[in-house]
């Protein structure tokens, strides 16, 4: 599947004047990727049949290839080749929170409400487009052993989510992103989470079954597909009690 | 300077039975650092005479260094040779919190009180002390533009940190770790910083100007020397309002 828009992005990160040789390749393999001609979690062909095919030395094509790599588009198997990454499986709001015994866990998903609503500033802002456009909205329920644990508003955008405005959303997966994958061919390979806090309104706080007022960790999250377009808006609040996050500095 | 308990725990590392050559070397090279021979912010003897020196083969040697950076006691800066790293320089807190406009800002700091108190049990087992020996307590508060905004409860061992037992701490500098350096010759090389959160019990709150019962970001850090061991157990509470912190997930 081929999308106007991102095919538009990418020719023009091909075009961008003063680019290294190896920086144009590598905006022309992403094109390639994008563009669905090696799918997530295939392999790429070998080094030297592309550096052949694109003209250039093995060195500049093992740089476009480290750079795709650290850009997570692509990672290379030691004794086994280069391979589209599958993006992120999801489960990974969970590495936020501790609920009781639950580590390992996949929550499951309960979806409260679908809407077709214009878009915030906000979520305007961070998807691309003008606000006011439509988006899809989910408020979903997130809960383990039966227990809610997590509340979610999620933005899609209509263009690449269509086929998720029909049917019946209890049919849907626990977990978005291999779904997104599947069923609308988006395939989520990064995510931005910006942890804040704040107190729960009345109707925040009522699925979760904690009183009006109560602290809630807030991560918003603007998630990326291949290309690195932003698929995905998502405020996901949940007991701040349960908040533990580590982080190492060196 | 030389602690005795840092080079019995470097020998016994050197000391693992069925230890790789490298691993072996890379201890005893940790050993030469931690002893003082090569201080923080030096460079080491280049790779050919530091290989002859230990009677290894060159790719020994590297294998060593690489394991060394990688456990953060030393960089390898291209074209320029390998270095002791300096450690953390501090004002690191700073990172989860956004208090009005003060990006780049080095907070004041006022020392609330310093005692030598025995340590409790989750103190103690952090520093490796048998609970109940002493520590040197200090409770400090961190300002910007004169408000309060940081609320710090720090343990340190004894024997480290005996410089800090007298004198007044309001000479103290305003950023720690380069003082314990000055002063105490400890190098904090890495901090594991585990976030979570909590409400402020009355005497938390008094200092910070808020209100008992407020929610407050609570941040537990423990903190590494050369030597890898913990010199440091320090919890931090601020309004969780001001709380920020972005994670990217790929």
Same mark, same amino acid.
């Given at each position: 599947?081929?999308?106007?828009?991102?095919?538009?992005?990418?020719?023009?990160?091909?075009?961008?004047? $003063?680019?290294?040789?190896? =920086?144009?390749?590598?905006?022309?393999?992403?094109?390639?990727?994008?563009? $669905? @001609?090696?799918?997530?979690?295939?392999?790429?062909?070998?080094? *030297?049949?592309?550096?052949? #095919? +694109?003209? %250039?030395?093995?060195?500049?094509?093992?740089?476009?290839?480290?750079?795709?790599? @650290? *850009?997570?588009?692509? @990672?290379? %198997? +030691? $004794?086994? =080749?280069?391979?589209?990454?599958?993006?992120?499986? =999801?489960?990974?709001?969970?590495?936020?929170?501790?609920?009781?015994?639950?580590?390992?866990?996949?929550?499951?998903s309960r979806i409260?409400?679908r *809407?077709?609503?214009?878009?915030?500033?906000?979520?305007?802002?961070?998807?691309?487009?003008?606000?006011? #456009?439509?988006?899809?909205?989910?408020?979903?329920?997130?809960?383990?052993?039966?227990? /809610?644990?997590?509340? @979610?508003?999620?933005?899609? /955008?209509?263009?690449?989510?269509?086929p998720l405005?029909d049917g019946d959303p209890a049919d849907w997966d626990a977990l978005l992103?291999?779904m997104?994958?599947r069923r !609308?061919?988006?395939?989520? *390979?990064?995510?931005?989470?910006?942890?804040?806090?704040?107190?729960? &309104?009345?109707?925040?706080?009522?699925?979760?079954?904690?009183?009006? $007022?109560?602290?809630?960790?807030? %991560?918003?999250?603007?998630?990326?597909?291949? &290309?690195?377009?932003?698929? #995905?808006?998502? !405020?996901?609040?949940?007991?701040?009690?349960?908040? +533990?996050?580590? %982080?190492?500095?060196?």
């Open positions: 599947m081929k999308h106007p828009s991102l095919s538009l992005a990418t020719e023009a990160a091909h075009a961008l004047p $003063g680019q290294s040789r190896y =920086g144009a390749l590598a905006a022309t393999l992403r094109h390639r990727v994008v563009a $669905g @001609e090696w799918p997530p979690g295939t392999a790429l062909p070998a080094e *030297q049949l592309l550096a052949a #095919e +694109h003209g %250039v030395a093995l060195g500049t094509l093992r740089r476009a290839l480290e750079l795709l790599a @650290e *850009q997570g588009l692509i @990672e290379r %198997v +030691h $004794g086994k =080749g280069t391979f589209v990454r599958q993006g992120i499986a =999801g489960a990974s709001m969970l590495r936020f929170f501790r609920f009781g015994d639950s580590a390992g866990q996949v929550p499951d409260l409400s *809407q077709t609503v214009p878009a915030s500033a906000t979520v305007a802002r961070a998807l691309g487009l003008a606000p006011g #456009e439509p988006v899809l909205r989910l408020q979903r329920l997130r809960l383990i052993d039966a227990q /809610p644990c997590l509340l @979610e508003d999620l933005c899609l /955008p209509l263009d690449l989510f269509a405005v992103y291999p997104y994958a !609308c061919g988006v395939h989520v *390979q990064r995510a931005i989470d910006d942890i804040g806090f704040g107190l729960l &309104s009345a109707p925040q706080a009522q699925p979760l079954g904690l009183a009006a $007022g109560h602290p809630a960790a807030v %991560v918003t999250r603007l998630a990326y597909d291949l &290309s690195g377009r932003c698929v #995905e808006w998502r !405020c996901t609040r949940g007991d701040a009690h349960a908040f +533990h996050y580590t %982080v190492t500095l060196t």
